[in-house]
């Protein structure tokens, strides 16, 4: 799963890096202690064996003579994997020499094919002696007088005495390593933490502007952030611009229209009844699609600002109260989430809601259910990167509409029930509105067998990280 956290994503690569780095210098740094050690243990083994070719030589009776003094009691104490032996070659029979160590125990001799003599006719080869220990055997081969007699030297140590040193070494280096690398790891922490925390601080004024604290990035930030900064301002000053531009172009618009229709209206009613009748309706209509047109206009202009904020719980609560006062005899329940922040200007979410309690309170036998909290599933038009959304329901326990009646309803002016005030216009604008904002409205029978309208508006989000 992709993190989204960008100091998570730079620690866990300075760990992996740092952890990848430790492993393989352990690794090498063991291997290459190891072959230093082993070249060490060789070294040895090939200076005593000098020390028994220099003590050793052809005695009286024609037998190997000598008392070898290699400076280590491990020669002399059985069963220690430390030996030295001295064997005849060839045509020279006599006894051969060896070490206390070895005792009456003989050493396997390999074969020349499998284990060669170097360019010093020198060979070191691997072996377990009768006792179970690992041995490391330095053998040559020296001819002792000028009648060509000759005699194998052979000396071995034990391989535990390598095995301990670079067990030894390779805890102690394990340990310092890990060591380093926790310390490095707390060091780059704290080094991320502190080189991130500028983008924090941007982090955390983005989020004082969503939610309406804050109207530009305060501060001052290291030079790779600050043009960041600027250019953000820059776009929130540019948006309130354009905002305020769409709005006194609308006022403006509204103003200059507004005459001409009510002109219009006046001198109808002093035309006969039957051209007024045929003016009115048109100038009404006018005045119906100017009053759209420029809601639309308006709401396009802001619902992408990230200054369009509208606290939901304050602005139902208001709307129930006058709802109440003006239908005493109906029953109004609200019910909703805590926290929720819509990203719509005021005014049309009083619209929106207020046209459904409205037509929910006209319609209501005896009481209306208000529900609002964060929408889940809803999948928004191409192009819109807003992640959170909160529906708004309006349920009222009246005689409800049919799904036919529903597609009729939502026609701009259709009213299924005359006897009723109203001019038809109040769900087509709800649904224009939530359509503007990308957002989704619909009718359904509800539970308490009344219509049910739901609403899904976009919310201001919060998690900008």
């Known amino acids: 799963m992709r993190t989204r956290s960008l100091t998570v994503r730079v620690l866990l690569l300075a760990t992996a890096w740092s952890a990848v780095a430790l492993v393989t210098m352990a690794v090498v740094i063991s291997a290459l202690y190891r072959q230093g050690t082993e070249r060490g243990f060789n070294n040895l083994l090939r200076a005593q064996l000098y020390n028994v070719i220099n003590s050793v030589s052809i005695g009286d009776g024609d037998s190997l003579a000598g008392s070898p003094e290699l400076g280590d009691l491990r020669f002399s104490q059985p069963k220690t994997g430390w030996y030295w032996l001295v064997e005849p070659l060839g045509n020279f029979s006599t006894a051969p020499l060896a070490s206390t160590s070895l005792g009456l125990t003989d050493l396997p001799v390999p074969d020349i094919n499998t284990v060669p003599f170097d360019d010093h006719y020198e060979r070191f080869y691997?072996?377990?002696?009768?006792y179970g220990n690992h041995l490391r055997v330095a053998e040559t081969e020296v001819v002792l007088d000028a009648n060509g007699r000759a005699a194998r030297f052979r000396v071995s140590g034990n391989l535990d005495v390598v095995e301990e040193d670079v067990?030894?070494?390779?805890?102690?280096?394990?340990?310092?390593?890990?060591?380093?690398g926790l310390g490095g790891l707390i060091v780059n922490g704290l080094a991320i933490l502190y080189g991130l925390k500028p983008l924090e601080r941007a982090r955390r004024a983005l989020e004082r502007i969503r939610a309406g604290e804050a109207e530009r990035i305060e501060g001052v930030f290291p030079r790779e952030i600050q043009p960041l900064a600027n250019e953000i301002n820059a776009l929130i000053d540019s948006n309130r611009r354009i905002v305020e531009r769409a709005r006194m172009q609308v006022g403006n618009l509204a103003h200059s229209l507004k005459t001409p229709i009510a002109v219009l209206l006046n001198e109808a009613r002093a035309l006969p009844k039957s051209q007024a009748s045929v003016v009115t309706t048109q100038a009404e209509a006018m005045?119906?699609?100017?009053?759209?047109?420029l809601n639309r206009a308006r709401i396009a202009a802001q619902r992408e600002s990230v200054l369009a904020r509208t606290e939901l719980e304050p602005t139902l609560e208001r709307l129930i109260r006058v709802m109440r006062r003006l239908n005493p005899e109906t029953r109004f329940e609200l019910k909703l989430a805590p926290g929720l922040v819509l990203a719509m200007e005021q005014q049309d979410v009083e619209e929106t809601v207020g046209n459904l309690l409205e037509n929910a309170a006209r319609f209501a036998a005896t009481g209306v259910v208000v529900n609002a909290g964060p929408a889940?599933?809803?999948?928004?038009g191409e192009g819109v990167t807003r992640r959170d959304w909160v529906e708004v329901t309006v349920e009222d326990d009246g005689p409800g509409l049919e799904p036919g009646e529903i597609v009729e309803a939502l026609k701009r002016g259709r009213r299924l029930d005359e006897s009723k005030p109203g001019t038809g216009l109040g769900l087509s604008i709800v649904n224009e509105i939530s359509s503007e904002y990308q957002g989704a409205f619909g009718l359904s029978r509800g539970a308490r067998g009344g219509l049910r309208a739901r609403l899904v508006l976009p919310a201001v989000t919060r998690d900008i990280a």
């Open 376 to 380: 889940e599933g809803h999948e928004p």
């Open 126 to 130: 691997p072996m377990t002696d009768p």
């Open 167 to 180: 067990r030894f070494f390779t805890t102690r280096l394990y340990t310092g390593l890990a060591l380093i």
């Open 287 to 293: 005045q119906s699609q100017v009053s759209s047109y």
